[in-house]
């Protein structure tokens, strides 16, 4: 009788444990059998330590290796990272010629600086105050008394848009909204038919309209197309470009296309 308790207690101690945790892995607890010449009243054998698993906010692979290699996660891996590559970084794909070019804060080569604002030596047969718009060179010159000009760098039509004549300023609006033509929309028609003036709007903070067309001179949301061939016939300069020259001229300024 006392060998069957004795046998009793035995099974119980070795069986705890094992219930108490259900993460708790004992390899053939269940099945060990007393030394050979064991006592009946020999210690059983020592229980190992036992991990439990603390809460994680993300426990995926570490978590499993936690459960089958005894380690813990490892928390200073580094994240894979999130930041797009950058314009640059995607021209350097197709040119790697693009990683000695310099860019502004968009990723793009800055304007030359032939095309900033200055005054230079002009001469012409239009009066003060006229626009010239030379538009094989993308300079759009404010003309000034002595034989001067205050010069601005453009972008112009492209291919197939390019345009001359005289026209006159008709209206001048300040962020103006923008509302495409139908001529443009039957090429583009994903465009939207409305997009209210903003520092988004494609014209601009300053919009000069031309005549009775749909030409203007406008500002720009994209300060490193000036310089190229770009746009639809319209004249575009840099928001503050724009803003100079809006401040300088006024409706019924002459406007001389070449």
């Not at 099945?31 to 229980?47: H, I, K, L, T």
């Not at 001469?123 to 030379?134: A, H, L, N, R, S």
């Not at 001179?217 to 724009?242: F, K, M, Q, Y």
Request: with cysteine.
């Amino acid at each position: 009788m006392r060998r069957i308790c004795v046998s009793a207690l035995l099974l119980g101690a070795l069986c705890v444990p094992a219930l108490a945790d259900p993460l708790a892995i004992i390899p053939n607890a269940m099945s060990a059998e007393p030394a050979p010449g064991a006592s009946e009243r020999s210690v059983p054998p020592a229980v190992a330590p036992v991990q439990v698993a603390t809460a994680q906010s993300n426990l995926g692979g570490g978590f499993i290796q936690f459960l089958f290699g005894g380690g813990t996660p490892d928390a200073s891996e580094p994240a894979p990272s999130s930041v797009a590559p950058s314009s640059q970084g995607n021209a350097l794909a197709t040119n790697p010629d693009a990683a000695s070019v310099e860019t502004d804060e968009y990723g793009y080569p800055p304007v030359d600086p032939k095309y900033d604002r200055q005054v230079v030596a002009y001469e012409t047969k239009e009066p003060p105050g006229t626009i010239v718009i030379d538009t094989e060179d993308k300079f759009l010159y404010l003309v000034e008394d002595g034989g001067k000009a205050l010069r601005y760098g453009i972008g112009v039509g492209r291919p197939g848009f390019t345009w001359s004549g005289i026209k006159t300023i008709t209206a001048k609006r300040e962020w103006p909204d923008w509302r495409p033509p139908e001529a443009m929309l039957k090429r583009q028609p994903e465009l939207p038919r409305f997009m209210a003036g903003g520092p988004q709007n494609p014209l601009g903070a300053r919009a000069m309209y031309l005549g009775s067309t749909d030409y203007r001179i406008h500002g720009s949301n994209e300060p490193w197309t000036i310089g190229h061939n770009v746009s639809s016939g319209c004249i575009r300069l840099r928001n503050a470009d724009v803003i100079d020259l809006y401040n300088r001229v006024k409706v019924g300024t002459k406007v001389v296309v070449m």
